[in-house]
């Protein structure tokens, strides 16, 4: 593969995600959930669910901290008994 072809390649996959501004944001917010509390597995889930979203302006909660589920949906029946 030639060097401009894969330049162009990243310079799309860059604009595609939002521009080089967009790409800033990201790389911020990962290394900020690289810095943050929690376990390897939880920062790698975190930092998945950012990359999800390109530009995104909200940062994820602490991944420490579990997500609560939907309203409505994946909470267990009460016991019975």
């Known amino acids: 593969m030639k ?3 894969l ?5 799309d996959m860059v604009d595609k995600r939002g521009g080089a ?10 290394k900020e959930i ?3 509390k929690g376990s390897l597995k939880e920062k790698a889930r975190a930092a998945g669910q950012a ?6 302006e909200e940062h ?6 579990p997500q609560a589920p939907p ?4 909470a267990a029946p009460p016991e019975q008994g």
């Open 51 to 56: 990359l999800k979203q390109p530009g995104a």
């Open 7 to 11: 330049a162009g390649k990243a310079k």
């Open 71 to 74: 309203a409505g949906g994946g």
């Open 34 to 36: 690289a810095a943050g």
């Open 3 to 5: 060097i401009g072809k």
């Open 21 to 30: 501004d967009s790409l800033k944001g990201d790389a911020q917010e990962l």
């Open 60 to 65: 994820p909660a602490d991944p420490a901290q």
